[in-house]
């Protein structure tokens, strides 16, 4: 049974760094006037009402992107997509992707969660947009090469299952194989406990050619177990890089 709900945690500091990186990449890879497919394997709900209950709960959108989202240059897609949404509703990864993708592109979104999956078909209506509510890791494998076959894939697990961790060097090999032009961004936490390094020795051992960006912050609160938020990127556009130096240097303020 999944218990991980979004809502409790969107726009906390870990959603900023990988919504900033992912509309940086999707900005770079849609100035090219070819199409493009946009595959998301663990996509939650879309969008987050920050006045819900869950998030005033935790309180980590308050540390998170109301602190950040000032330090955030005026031209950065970041912006663009978090300005289509009124302040109250933060977009989650599938909604910065609609905001900054162009009419020829395609979206595929897996949501396992059924409640999650709902929320999702309805905060996404968009004849882009086609939703599975079915296991991502699978359904990435049955669908790689796309078509568009250029194009970036999100894995945003909750790594509720610790066997996520052990699991994703080979999916990504396989993934790879079949598809070897895709961006493919793999999102971590930086636990205290240390549990993502084995899984980040394997990618990085297998795909010597990708990017590792990672960023720090204070726990969301005492004894909270994640202090960093981590990106593993197969394929990085060209330009990338310095772009996501720039964003450590935002985070570094915290
Ligand atoms: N990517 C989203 C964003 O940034 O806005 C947040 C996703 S959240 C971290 C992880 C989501 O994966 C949850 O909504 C959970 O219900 C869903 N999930 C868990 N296991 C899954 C699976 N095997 N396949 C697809 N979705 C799954």
């Not at 999707?26 to 879309?46: I, M």
């Not at 240390?194 to 004894?223: I, K, S």
Request: hydrophobic letters at 40%; proline letters at 9%; glycine letters at 8%.
């Amino acid at each position: 049974m999944l218990s991980y709900q979004h809502l409790y945690h969107a726009g906390n500091a870990a959603d900023v760094h990988k919504h900033a990186a992912l509309a940086l990449a999707l900005d770079y890879l849609t100035r090219k006037p070819k199409p493009l497919t946009y595959l998301e394997t663990h996509a939650g709900r879309g969008l987050y009402d920050l006045d819900a209950p869950e998030a005033v709960k935790t309180g980590e959108a308050a540390q998170g992107i109301a602190r950040l989202r000032g330090g955030f240059p005026k031209d950065h897609p970041y912006l663009k997509a978090l300005n289509a949404q009124p302040d109250r509703l933060y977009p989650g990864s599938p909604a910065i992707a609609r905001a900054l993708l162009r009419p020829e592109d395609k979206l595929h979104l897996a949501e396992l969660h059924p409640q999650e999956y709902d929320a999702l078909r309805s905060n996404l209506r968009d004849p882009r947009v086609t939703s599975y509510k079915q296991d991502g890791l699978a359904l990435a494998q049955s669908l790689c090469p796309p078509t568009p076959r250029r194009g970036l894939m999100l894995v945003d697990p909750s790594y509720e299952i610790k066997a996520d961790y052990a699991a994703l060097p080979k999916w990504l090999a396989a993934i790879t194989r079949k598809w070897n032009v895709g961006v493919v961004m793999i999102w971590y936490p930086i636990l205290t406990s240390g549990a993502q390094a084995p899984m980040l020795r394997a990618l990085q051992g297998d795909h010597t050619d990708a990017l590792t960006h990672e960023v720090r912050f204070p726990p969301a609160r005492d004894g909270h177990r994640m202090i960093g938020s981590g990106l593993f990127i197969v394929n990085p556009p060209y330009g990338l890089g310095p772009d996501l130096k720039r964003l450590s240097a935002l985070f570094r303020a915290l």
